[in-house]
């Protein structure tokens, strides 16, 4: 089945503990995209890549940092999380940034708690 | 900045009825427009695409796209409680910005039964 595969579903940590939130995609898709969701803001892009070694920030970068070193993987990494970084999030992928008619394929999404 | 405007709501309907959301977008050159339906804490799930002006219908949905206008719309016929969601409205930009894709804020609508 075609997807995107976001772990964990739940995460709740401290203040300054670094973690990751693991995203893969079995489409063979070039472009990846993280975005937070937050009450009243709606979708905002964190981190986008065209392809690997590719990546590029979106509006709301501060605080995170990704890779692409291979195709299906592009994890997100919170390496001393705050709570304002609590928030739901959702890793997205396309074909291709340059299909413009392809819609984003999203993963299930990861909610983070920060205390 | 682009940008994609949304009456966050609550759009709050009698269930049967027709649900009527709307769409507005700052750049002219946008190519490709999207609505996603999102339940509470799920992802979103893609409704309907359109990408010429004119109406698109898929069952009970129909997308209106107005370039000119710059506004794109969701009709949804015969509403049912299952429809209660907030609807994402996404364009797709050529070019300019961080990608060129740009999600409104969406719209929370209720269909009462």
């Known amino acids: 089945e075609a997807q995107v595969t976001q772990n964990p579903r739940y995460l709740i940590t401290v203040t300054g503990k670094k973690l990751t939130v693991t995203c893969s995609q079995n489409m063979n898709h070039e472009y990846m995209s993280w975005y937070r969701q937050d009450p009243g803001l709606g979708l905002r892009q964190i981190y986008y890549s065209m392809n690997v070694e590719a990546t590029d920030k979106g509006d709301v970068p501060e605080g995170y940092k990704v890779s692409r070193k291979e195709k299906r993987n592009f994890p997100l990494i919170l390496e001393s999380p705050s709570p304002n970084q609590t928030s739901l999030y959702f890793c997205?992928?396309?074909?291709?940034?340059?299909?413009?008619?392809?819609?984003?394929?999203f993963g299930n999404g990861t909610r983070l708690t920060v205390t | 900045q682009k940008e994609v405007e949304q009456n966050s709501g609550p759009l709050s309907v009698p269930e049967g009825a027709i649900a009527s959301l709307n769409c507005t977008y700052s750049?002219?050159?946008?190519?490709?427009f999207f609505w996603y339906r999102q339940y509470s804490g799920k992802s979103p799930e893609l409704i309907m695409s359109?990408?010429?002006?004119g109406d698109k219908e898929d069952g009970r949905f129909t997308a209106q796209l107005n370039k000119a206008s710059q506004y794109v719309s969701l009709l949804i016929r015969d509403s049912q409680p299952s429809d209660s969601a907030t609807y994402l409205c996404a364009v797709n930009n050529q070019g300019g910005g961080a990608d060129g894709l740009t999600f409104g804020k969406g719209t929370h609508l209720i269909i009462q039964p």
């Open positions: 750049d002219r050159v946008s190519q490709s």
């Open positions: 359109i990408y010429s002006n």
């Open positions: 997205a992928s396309l074909p291709s940034r340059a299909d413009y008619n392809s819609p984003l394929h």
